[in-house]
């Protein structure tokens, strides 16, 4: 394939070499030959007809969802436009356009951070795009295709290729400049750290930053950098200054956390001052992990970010304490999540499929109503969170409302297991196991309208996030099929 710049960075025109004879021709492009261009993967390959004169553009899909091309033109012909839009790039607001036909065999990389567009020059023009990243309808956005400001000579461009009068969609036409917009791509990556890797959501937030393409991250443990060790933690902060820091370590285990509460606060409220400390002397976000134990679980009703906290367990209180912890980073997220379950650790759908191998009966709580969590999920929200100036507390967990009970069942019924789920009471439960637990909210409703309210879309279904999960159980041999 020979590779040909253009006066953008990073924009390349490829030729795909092509051997023929009289029959035809043949020719192709190789993951590898992708990969070097800086492509991420073929997330989705789309055709568009269009019309002689119809223009399409200028488009792009915001971060984190910002998306890389590779165009062509299939049947007809098309002029290619795009427009550098990378705030740090050398070519920041330069275009370049490229005639692309099946005759020429031409395609063009784009790369993120670019708006891109196109005019068809025939009638019934097909013309194809390999996307590098999800489509995410809420995200796309575009530049005004005319914008002075950008200077493309679209009269010279309409007077050569005879077109009367371009034809645009209404949205098209309306879009606002570059000079209005609130568009903030960057050439350069960002760089992530992410404590707790070892844990459910950590590892699945280093998945996601990978599927987008983004590698230049530091994911660390306990092993690597212990969060209450305050003057490791400034020293890795400080020599990696990332841009975004995602809080996943903590003490998790509620019902230890009882009998040690000086260990849990250490780990809880001090190792996260030491982190907010670190993320304000480089200037980073900081994403932190809370729960729904911050509050009593005597609501009625599903709880807002700004109700009342009232934390009954050592774990609730060191939580919420870390939150007024990283309070003091203006630049933050706080996220309270409830009963979360992913790949990379234990959890209750781990548990009651292991226990339905052995167990014909088993009892489960009732009376404490909440929302799992799938890590993917989560992983793809967080990361989305960091990429916005949207700072504040926010509640996400999957949707809809169920008791432990009801999640047993629907995890034995959805995987064909034959346990039986007993519903009883949680002092029943206590009872019955003669245990002693630590305080547990009984109503564990958050309410998630903040998050549509700034612009995030809410996750699926609980019952999708424990369809998908058990899949990938499946698939890593975890669970058998």
């Known amino acids: 394939m020979k590779k040909i710049e253009t006066n953008l960075l990073d924009c390349y025109i490829l030729e795909p070499q092509r051997f023929g004879d009289e029959r035809g021709y043949f020719e192709s492009i190789t993951e590898k030959d992708l990969k070097e261009l800086g492509f991420n993967r073929i997330f989705q390959v789309s055709d568009s007809l269009s019309g002689k004169g119809i223009v399409r553009g200028l488009h792009f899909q915001n971060d984190p969802y910002c998306q890389a091309k590779v165009?062509?033109?299939?049947?007809?012909?098309?002029?290619?436009?795009?427009?550098?839009?990378?705030?740090?790039?050398?070519?920041?607001?330069?275009?370049?356009?490229?005639?692309?036909?099946?005759?020429?065999?031409r395609m063009l990389y784009v790369p993120r951070g670019f708006a891109h567009g196109f005019i068809s020059l025939k009638e019934d023009t097909i013309f194809e795009y390999y996307v590098d990243n999800e489509y995410m309808p809420r995200l796309e956005g575009g530049i005004l295709w005319n914008d002075p400001e950008l200077n493309i000579n679209w009269d010279q461009i309409f007077k050569k290729y005879e077109i009367e009068k371009p034809i645009l969609s209404s949205k098209d036409e309306v879009r606002e400049t570059l000079e209005n917009s609130t568009i903030n791509f960057q050439r350069e990556s960002k760089r992530y750290l992410i404590t707790g890797v070892k844990g459910q959501l950590g590892y699945d937030i280093v998945r996601e930053l990978n599927n987008r393409g983004e590698y230049d991250i530091l994911a660390l443990d306990v092993d690597q950098m212990d969060i209450t060790n305050r003057e490791q933690v400034l020293t890795i902060v400080k020599e990696y200054k990332p841009d975004v820091i995602f809080h996943c370590a903590a003490w998790t285990a509620v019902d230890k956390a009882e009998d040690i509460e000086d260990i849990v606060t250490n780990v809880n409220v001090t190792g996260t001052k030491n982190l907010v400390d670190a993320s304000l002397e480089v200037g980073a976000k900081i994403v932190y992990m809370s729960t729904d134990y911050v509050f009593d679980g005597t609501k009625d009703t599903p709880y807002l970010e700004n109700d009342p906290v009232n934390p009954k367990s050592v774990y609730g209180k060191t939580k919420y304490l870390g939150e007024e912890e990283v309070r003091r980073n203006p630049n933050h997220f706080i996220t309270r999540i409830s009963w979360v379950f992913g790949i990379n650790g234990n959890n209750f759908i781990k548990t009651m499929l292991k226990l339905s191998d052995t167990k014909t009966d088993l009892n489960v709580v009732n009376d404490q109503i909440g929302s799992p969590t799938y890590t993917v999920d989560l992983a793809k929200l967080l990361v989305e969170m960091a990429e916005t100036n949207k700072y504040g507390t926010y509640h996400v967990n999957n949707e809809g409302y169920c008791s432990w009970a009801e999640f047993a069942k629907y995890i034995m019924e959805s995987n064909g297991k034959n346990t039986k789920i007993h519903p009883v009471t949680t002092e029943e439960y206590l009872e019955l196991t003669n245990t002693k637990q630590a305080y547990r909210p009984r109503n564990s409703r958050l309410d998630k309208s903040k998050l549509v309210e700034n612009g995030f879309a809410k996750l699926p279904s609980w019952q999708s996030a424990t369809d998908r999960y058990c899949e990938e159980l499946k698939k890593a041999k975890i669970l058998k099929k």
């Open 71 to 105: 165009v062509r033109c299939h049947r007809g012909a098309v002029l290619d436009v795009v427009v550098d839009i990378r705030k740090d790039s050398k070519t920041y607001k330069q275009w370049t356009s490229v005639e692309l036909t099946p005759e020429n065999g």
